[in-house]
Structures are given as structure tokens and as C-alpha cells.
């Protein structure tokens, strides 16, 4: 089931907050830059770059993603290791909030979201 209309207003919300203390300085974001994106109930972080041998395009590298779990109401915390599948954020497998999310991966307590 995807987040209702109030669900991602207020997830829109919160990702704005967060982008605006997480993102590179504009002058830089041609070069490297973070997003996010709501798909159905989950919210994805991830970096934008130019790739390596063709910097006019650019890629997209996953950061952290949570997944809100209507039937407890809270959101799973997951991260990607190098065998490039999301696994869960053992310290913090869930949060009630998705403003806590953005705590738990700014705060990068074993270097899994931005090294």
C-alpha cells in the first residue's frame, strides 16, 4: 500500500528539511549532489554524480531507504552493503518518524550512509 496524500506531504516535508542542511554547497552540485524520492511507501536517499567516462550524464548511488510499516507505525531503516542489496540498519531497525530517520542517517553512528 502506497503513503496517502497527507503521508507524503508530510514526508515531503521532512525531506526538504533534510536536503537543505545535507546538500553540497550549489556550486558543487554539478559534481556531486544528494536527493531523495518517495516510491510507494518507502523514501530512498541517494548521491548524485557524473559518471566516471561520460561526466554529461550522471548516476545515481543509494544511501539509506526506509520503508513505513503501516501495521506498526514506524519505519524500517535499511542500508546498502557491497553486495549491493538493502539489509537493515542494525542499531536502528525502526523509528516512529521519518524526521528520526533523517537523524539516525545524519548522525552516521558506523559510517554506513556517507562513510
Avoid at 496524500?5 to 556550486?27: D, G, N, Q, T
Avoid at 557524473?50 to 554529461?56: A, E, R, T
Amino acid at each position: 500500500m502506497t503513503l496517502t496524500e497527507l503521508e507524503i506531504k508530510h514526508c515531503e516535508k521532512a525531506i526538504a528539511s533534510f536536503l537543505e542542511r545535507r546538500r553540497p554547497p550549489a556550486h558543487i552540485r554539478d559534481q556531486i549532489d544528494l536527493a531523495c524520492k518517495i516510491d510507494g511507501h518507502s523514501v530512498e536517499v541517494f548521491e548524485i554524480r557524473p559518471v566516471y567516462d561520460d561526466p554529461s550524464k550522471k548516476c545515481e548511488s543509494p544511501v539509506a531507504k526506509t520503508t513505513f510499516v503501516r501495521s506498526k507505525s514506524h519505519w524500517k531503516i535499511f542500508w546498502m552493503k557491497r553486495d549491493l542489496k538493502w539489509h537493515g540498519y542494525e542499531p536502528d531497525l525502526a523509528v516512529k518518524s521519518l524526521e528520526a530517520f533523517f537523524t539516525v542517517i545524519e548522525r552516521d553512528q558506523y559510517g554506513c550512509f556517507f562513510g
